[in-house]
């Protein structure tokens, strides 16, 4: 990881995604389709109430109850200067996924560093390149 001076991440996490993606298709066919990537870009105010059901979909996974305070506390990090990056995939005017990307001082490296703190796909974009977008977008 030292010899990795290009990037300031600790790990590099496609080659977890990479992982996941062959163990989940291990022994199933590979099938491919046309694929439209979806836009990735900032988490902004008025996303408001699509980012509530998409967040909603998220806690549902984890079967964790929202409640409408603590979900409104969340909108502190839709501005763009706070050290948490949150990133959306839009498509066809659609939120269909988010990634959370945190940065933090690194004393040893001297410089910002980031770590991925979660990534969500809504279902029916899971196999449609929405992930690998987010992942990279997060990388760059």
Known sequence: IEDRDQSAWLIDPLAFWRLVFVAVTYDKPVRTKA???PYIRPLIPDDY???RELYQCYADLYHVALTKGGADNM???FDAGHV????VAEKQ???V???ISNGMPSSLRGRMIGFFEDLFV???HRSDGTMLSLILAVQT
């Open 75 to 77: 909108v502190a990090l």
């Open 35 to 37: 694929m439209t990537l």
């Open 84 to 87: 948490c990056s949150w990133l």
């Open 93 to 95: 005017d659609h939120l």
């Open 97 to 99: 996924g988010n990634a």
């Open 122 to 124: 809504v279902p029916d």
């Open 49 to 51: 109430d699509q980012w």
